[in-house]
């Protein structure tokens, strides 16, 4: 298959690449802002905008490139890939090789559409509990809020192919959770774009660690099913400035 070429795509999609390279250059400070990520590992990623299959346009999204320091990554560096994980032509020098990860959050993006973002940290309370291979229990209300309970475990699977995209999918296809502890390794997230997942990230690491600090006190208490969903569905459509609990009823 013939490599894409940027500069021959349409200007407007050429324009959302552009702007999607910026998001996702932008949301790398939060990893480090939150202490999600050492040296230069982790990444985020986002599905470009407004190409789907059928329209004659190549499916893209915008990921980190590897081993880059992230006081390194500008929009300009950002690597521009199609979902089957090849790099496009986009002008950037070859050298800016695509996150190891890629061809994992090319398998997400293209087996659930509905997903916008993915995010993989190795943030160390999350991490610990990958590490045991356990999931993290319901056992807070801001993870029913956020994950609708249990952040679970994935499997083990090797870097460097779509095995940990293929893990990724088999774990959170049909579940509520925006998160997965995939088995030794760490944690990945999704959302309905890179800044969606980038928060279910920080989330996830808040809520290993609490329910870390909570075990060495005692046995958590798990939150009821029936409150677990009611409380997910209010987080997920009420909370927030766009609609006020009166106008959700009426």
């Given amino acids: ?37 050492v040296w230069t590992a982790g990444n985020v990623s986002e599905r470009v905008p407004g190409s789907r ?6 499916e893209l999204f915008v990921i980190k490139p590897s081993g880059v320091s992230y006081d390194e990554l500008t929009p300009e560096a950002m690597v521009v890939c199609t979902l089957d994980g090849n790099k496009i032509d986009d002008g950037t020098p070859d050298a800016l090789k695509p996150s190891s990860d890629t061809a994992a959050a090319a398998y997400v993006y293209a087996h659930m559409p509905e997903v916008g973002g993915v995010v993989h940290t190795h943030s160390t309370y999350a991490t610990a509990w990958a590490a045991r291979q356990e999931p993290i ?11 609708g309970g249990e952040i679970p475990i994935g499997p083990f699977a090797i870097i460097g192919d779509d095995s940990i995209g293929r893990g990724i999918v088999e774990t959170l296809q049909g579940s509520r959770s ?17 800044r969606d997942a980038v928060k279910a990230a920080v989330m996830c690491e808040e809520v290993a660690r609490t329910v870390h ?35 959700k009823t009426q």
């Fill in 137 to 147: 229990p319901c056992v807070l209300t801001m993870m029913a809020d956020e994950y």
């Fill in 1 to 37: 298959m013939a490599a894409v070429v940027l500069s021959e795509l349409p200007e407007e999609l050429q324009q959302r690449v552009q702007a999607t390279r910026e998001r996702v250059a932008a949301l790398h400070a939060e990893l480090t802002r939150y202490e999600l990520v």
């Fill in 213 to 247: 600090i909570a075990r060495q006190l005692g046995d958590p208490v798990p939150i009821a099913q029936h409150h677990i969903d009611s409380l997910f569905d209010r987080y997920q459509n009420v909370y927030g400035q766009g609609t006020t609990d009166q106008e």
């Fill in 178 to 194: 925006r998160a997965v502890l995939m088995a030794n390794h760490g944690p990945f997230t999704i959302g309905k774009d890179a």
């Fill in 53 to 58: 299959p059928g329209d004659g346009l190549p």
